[in-house]
T-cell receptor, first 108, second 114 residues
Framework: GQNIDQPTEMTATEGAIVQINCTYQ??????LFWYQQHAGEAPTFLSY????GLEEKGRFSSFLSRSKGYSYLLLKELQMKDSASYLC?????????FGQGTELSVKP | EAQVTQNPRYLITVTGKKLTVTCSQN?????MSWYRQDPGLGLRQIYY???????DKGDVPEGYKVSRKEKRNFPLILESPSPNQTSLYFC?????????????FGPGTRLTVT
């Protein structure tokens, strides 16, 4: 069943910063992933958090709080090509649960 | 080139006609998985495999079978397809390094069952 929640859609302006939140069921937690998916394409890996704190990778950062069952993906200096769906994924020891995805639209 | 391949990429079939979607990876990954993606429901895991001869049910296994006889291949079998199995299917593999399951996805198979 669905145990992971993220907003359905968001809109932001080119050059701005956007934060996409994700809450998940904490039982059996083994790591939290973020993926990017452009329409009609396969998802591609962005980040992985298993310990609390912030992981930075270029323009993208991801944060995890295990006690709160909460993560966010931070995208800086937004570009038009960042318009895509962003998927939160909860690893429960091999069984992988995706959120429904957040459709991000970047406008000029 | 390291990759996950799926065949066929597109398939239109009729209710009840058995079909197999193949998945193969050339990265010697232990973990492989099948997902379906439907509008409004996101990606849902069908089956996964931690290693050869080891398979487990994901969230939506009903109506599907899998096998893992060798490390590189993980076929998805629909014994009697029905229209509600019309979907976009993705296969993925992962090295499971340090407990991580960073996945590499195949290009997808768009299946229509009439």
């Amino acid at each position: 069943g669905q145990n992971i929640d993220q907003p359905t859609e968001m809109t932001a302006t080119e050059g701005a910063i956007v934060q996409i939140n994700c809450t998940y069921q904490t039982s059996g937690f083994n790591g939290l992933f973020w993926y990017q998916q452009h329409a009609g394409e396969a998802p591609t890996f962005l980040s992985y958090n298993v310990l609390d704190g912030l992981e930075e990778k270029g323009r993208f950062s991801s944060f995890l709080s295990r006690s709160k069952g909460y993560s966010y993906l931070l995208l800086k200096e937004l570009q038009m090509k960042d318009s895509a769906s962003y998927l939160c994924l909860n690893n429960q020891g091999g069984k992988l649960i995706f959120g429904q995805g957040t459709e991000l639209s970047v406008k000029p | 080139e390291a990759q996950v391949t799926q065949n066929p990429r597109y398939l239109i079939t009729v209710t009840g006609k058995k079909l197999t979607v193949t998945c193969s990876q050339n990265m010697n990954h232990e973990y492989m998985s099948w997902y379906r993606q439907d509008p409004g429901l996101g990606l849902r895991q069908i089956y996964y495999s931690m290693n050869v001869e080891v398979t487990d049910k994901g969230d939506v296994p009903e109506g599907y079978k899998v096998s893992r006889k060798e490390k590189r291949n993980f076929p998805l079998i629909l014994e009697s397809p029905s229209p509600n199995q019309t979907s976009l299917y993705f296969c993925a593999s992962s090295p499971r390094e340090r407990g991580s399951y960073e996945q590499y996805f195949g290009p997808g198979t768009r299946l229509t069952v009439t």
